[in-house]
Each structure stands twice: as structure tokens, then as C-alpha cells.
């Protein structure tokens, strides 16, 4: 376990499901003690419930809050009970962005409601602007390691027009650019930044996406290793960049798809 007896923490925006989940179960297994931030009906819970037991069963810490982490005063309250959880000697190691609340609506629409302005704001404010909001926030409270690393997840739709997805496209472009922009002026403070461009996952948010199902199967048959990518190995590699070795990994868009971008 890389991270046993060292007190290190990660803060998980969105770690209820899909990427964040996969990435909270491989920290764990490593030692790392969890804070998960979630945004989930009240029918989700029993099971959600049960993957936070399993998370405990590495004898981690896990505190857990089911609130909107997109609130000032939210975030701030997350923020006092983390740092009277992490106590004298604990700290942030890694800040994991994995926040899915956008609107998925065409752009030229006939039967259905268009894309609208207010769509672009909630979009990119969710899934892009609340990065450095958090990260911002971290920094102030002084809850970040002398090394500290934040990762967050981006998609192919990063350069890709695909129907639906305009807003959510505009938000990766901006997540990237946050990115790439916090990975020079926060090196200063030892913070690392990188985005992580998945393949195709099947996750609560990919299968909200319209035409997810052509999507798939279009993965499937690009992935050279004929399977699409999953939350662990996702997780992996939030892992690798965890650890110390990973250091001067910062401001990439690292693509975790098995070479499935590659055709």
C-alpha cells in the first residue's frame, strides 16, 4: 500500500459512480484516505452506501457528503470538516475532478428544445470553472501536500463535434485550458495539473449522452484491444500519477483508451 502511514488524502468531486468511483477504490487499495463529494437522488443511496462500506474495507478513512459542491457556502463547509478529518499531520495529496452536470440538447432542433445560451453557462460552470474553484479553495484552506497533484477528465468531444454534445464540448475545450494554465501558475506551490482523456466507458453519464449505444459499438470496433475502457483503468493511472515518480508529469492531456483514439 504506496500511501500507508502517510496521511495522505484525496478530495473526489463526483466519486459516487463512473471515473471518480473507479479512481476512490484504487486509492483506496494504496492507502490513500477519501473525501467524496456527490450529487445523487435519494432512491441511489442504499447502493451508493454500500460502495463507501466496501471503500472502508481498506481500512482507509471515508467521509462522504451528498451535496451541491458547485455552492460557495458548500464548498466551504466540505472544506472545515475535511480539514478537521485530515487533523495536524494530513494532507491533500490529489484533487480529482469528476463532476457530470451538463446539458445534452441539439443545437438545430425540430421536436425537441434547442441548445441555449443558459445551457453553455451551466455546462462550462459545472464540468470546467469549478476546477479552479476547488482547486482555489484547497489552496486557501491549506490542505494541499508540498507535492500535490489535481487530475481531472476530459473526452474525445474535446475536438470532436458530436450531436448533443456542444456544451459539454465547450466545457472539455475550457476544462483544458483551466488545466494547462493552473499546471504553470500553481507549479510555484508544488501543485501538478492534468487532465486524463478516457476512451469510451459505460457510465451513468455516457449512457445520458443520445446515441451512446452507436457510440459504443463505434469504440469497440476502433479499440485495437477490442474492449472499451473501464473506471479501473482509469484509476490506474490517477494512481500512477500519485506517486512520486509522477512529480513532473504537469499539464498534459494524458489519453487513457487502450490506442482506441488512434484510428
Not at 450529487?39 to 481498506?58: A, T, V, W
Not at 443545437?107 to 441555449?116: D, G, V, Y
Not at 473506471?231 to 512520486?244: A, E, F, R
Request: with cysteine; charged share 25%.
Amino acid at each position: 500500500m504506496d500511501f500507508k502511514n502517510k496521511n495522505y488524502w484525496a478530495l473526489i468531486l463526483g466519486g459516487s459512480s463512473g471515473l471518480g468511483l473507479g479512481t476512490a477504490k484504487k486509492l483506496a487499495q494504496h492507502g490513500m484516505h477519501l473525501c467524496i463529494v456527490h450529487r445523487d437522488r435519494k432512491e441511489m443511496l442504499p447502493q451508493i452506501h454500500k460502495e463507501f462500506e466496501r471503500l472502508r474495507e481498506n481500512g482507509i478513512n471515508v467521509i462522504t457528503f451528498n451535496e451541491d459542491g458547485l455552492k460557495v457556502e458548500t464548498r466551504n463547509h466540505i472544506l472545515e470538516a475535511l480539514k478537521e478529518s485530515v487533523g495536524q499531520t494530513g494532507t491533500v495529496r490529489v484533487l480529482v475532478h469528476s463532476i457530470a452536470k451538463g446539458n445534452l440538447k441539439p443545437m438545430n432542433a425540430t421536436t425537441e428544445s434547442s441548445l441555449q445560451n443558459a445551457d453553455f453557462h451551466i455546462t462550462i460552470d459545472a464540468m470546467a470553472i469549478s476546477l479552479y474553484d476547488w482547486t482555489r479553495a484547497v489552496i486557501d484552506k491549506e490542505l494541499f501536500c508540498e507535492s500535490a497533484r489535481v487530475v481531472s477528465f476530459t473526452s474525445e468531444g474535446n475536438t470532436k463535434a458530436w450531436p448533443y454534445y456542444a456544451a459539454v464540448s465547450a466545457a472539455k475545450a475550457t476544462l483544458e485550458a483551466i488545466t494547462r494554465n493552473m499546471a504553470v501558475e500553481f507549479a510555484k506551490l508544488g501543485i501538478t495539473s492534468n487532465c486524463i482523456q478516457a476512451g469510451a466507458v459505460d457510465t451513468p453519464s455516457f449512457r445520458a449522452i443520445p446515441g451512446s449505444e452507436t457510440y459504443a459499438e463505434r469504440s469497440l470496433k476502433k479499440n485495437p484491444f477490442n474492449r472499451l475502457t473501464t473506471p479501473h483503468d482509469v484509476g490506474n493511472v490517477v494512481y500512477l500519477l500519485c506517486k512520486d515518480e509522477a512529480a513532473w508529469i504537469n499539464g498534459s492531456v494524458i489519453k487513457v483508451d487502450g490506442g482506441e483514439s488512434l484510428r
